[in-house]
């Protein structure tokens, strides 16, 4: 059974493309997040979630635009697509936030040439 | 954003012997330091956490050690195996969000 799903597995795409990442679990978790993953390893919290309620924004570009239509997703959707955007793009859930621990999907590859 | 530094970035280790990387935290308002493995091509998955009021916690032959007036916790792998290399981050939990440290690439070799 898939815990915290993401599609697609690999995106490559040209610069300024328009792209949507989905995420969805089956944990019954309330809060959902996005994490951003570089060349280097540096694994960054980008937006979180609690109830579909935006909680945790993390200086990120408005070309990056998340959104929850209900607590078992979290969608990415990034505008005019930069170079600097190639990295993995990870999903994660938990019960609750704070102490609670943090299940990852396995990732989204997005390499923009 | 607070920060968390992580030590070493790479750590080659015989099989059987002790793996450790050591974080160090600036801020004392955090309140739970999990640490994450991550084998390649997969999400982190939580491996073990302590909270600031415990010095040491042991599962198996992970130890999170923890240094509260040094603002440190270190993660000890003990007879460590082929099979424990991945990467490996610390975090620091502050209110609702993890920090992660920049990681710690573990080879252990046969």
């Known amino acids: 059974d898939t815990a915290v799903s993401q599609t697609p597995k690999y995106l490559v795409t040209q610069m300024g493309n328009d792209k949507s990442i989905k995420c969805e679990q089956n944990l019954g978790h309330d809060t959902m997040y996005w994490y951003k993953q570089d060349s280097k390893k540096f694994l960054k919290i980008m937006f979180s979630?609690?109830?579909?309620?935006?909680?945790i924004n993390e200086t990120v570009p408005n070309r990056f635009s998340p959104k929850s239509p209900d607590k078992a997703h979290l969608n990415l959707h990034i505008n005019s697509l930069e170079l600097g955007d190639s990295a993995v793009y990870f999903c994660?859930?938990?019960?609750?936030?704070?102490?609670?621990?943090?299940?990852f999907g396995p990732g989204t590859r997005l390499l923009v040439l | 954003q607070q920060q968390v530094k992580q030590s070493p970035q790479s750590l080659i280790v015989q099989k059987g012997g002790i793996s450790i990387i050591n974080c160090a935290y600036e801020?004392?308002?955090?309140?739970?330091f999990p640490w994450y493995q991550q084998f390649p091509g997969k999400g982190p998955a939580l491996l073990i956490a302590?909270?600031?009021?415990?010095s040491e916690k042991k599962e198996g032959r992970f130890t999170i050690s923890f240094n509260k007036s040094a603002k440190q916790f270190s993660l000890h792998i003990m007879d460590s195996q082929p099979g424990d290399s991945a990467t490996y981050f610390c975090a620091i939990n502050a209110g609702n969000m993890l920090t992660f440290g920049g990681g710690t690439r573990l080879m252990v070799k046969p």
């Open positions: 994660a859930s938990s019960l609750g936030s704070g102490r609670a621990t943090q299940y």
């Open positions: 302590i909270r600031p009021d415990v």
């Open positions: 979630y609690n109830n579909k309620e935006l909680i």
């Open positions: 801020n004392t308002a955090f309140d739970y």
